[in-house]
């Protein structure tokens, strides 16, 4: 898909909605300085342009029951087609895994992983990652302290 160029208004709608994606589309419109209707417009084109991929819930996770949060860097054996492969996709449908990155550097993949304790990371770590085929090793960083998430696309 080709990269959509910007303009301002979209980059202010964009910054409102990252703020509050529950706002009306009426109080969109007013805070970015137009109608209703193109704002509806210009929010469904950000849409189907796929730069607005989504709208979710930000929970937290410590006053969910996740005290446990680490950030985990895996490296594979070997970049075989069928491990990487088998490794996103399971990846992906592991609860405990809120974010998933294929780096460069040491580990080939960069994990955001909560549970609700360490205990519950352990089961995590012995009956799903390190059965995983293809595993060469992995290290964990355990998180001390949220100081900034879900960051905002500058306006």
């Given at each position: 898909m080709?990269?959509?160029?910007?303009?301002?208004?979209?980059s202010k709608l964009l910054a409102l909605l990252q703020s509050d994606?529950?706002?009306?589309?009426q109080?969109?419109?007013?805070?970015?300085?137009?109608?209703?209707?193109?704002c509806w417009r210009r929010v469904r084109m950000l849409e189907d342009a796929g730069v607005i991929s989504g709208y979710m819930a930000l929970v937290d996770t410590a006053r969910a029951g996740f005290g446990f949060s680490a950030i985990v860097h895996v490296a594979?054996?070997?970049?075989?087609?069928?491990?990487?492969?088998?490794?996103?996709?399971?990846?992906?449908q592991q609860p405990e895994v809120l974010e998933c990155f294929s780096t460069t550097g040491e580990a080939d993949y960069h994990l955001r992983v909560v549970c609700r304790d360490k205990d519950d990371y352990n089961v995590f770590l012995?009956?799903?990652l390190f059965r995983l085929p293809?595993?060469?090793?992995?290290?964990?960083?355990?998180?001390?302290?949220?100081?900034?998430l879900h960051g905002k696309v500058p306006a």
């Open positions: 080709a990269k959509l160029e910007l303009s301002a208004q979209d994606a529950r706002i009306s589309n109080d969109l419109a007013e805070k970015a300085g137009m109608s209703a209707s193109a594979l054996v070997r970049h075989e087609a069928d491990h990487v492969s088998n490794f996103i996709a399971r990846v992906v012995e009956q799903f293809g595993i060469a090793h992995v290290r964990t960083n355990l998180v001390l302290k949220e100081i900034k």
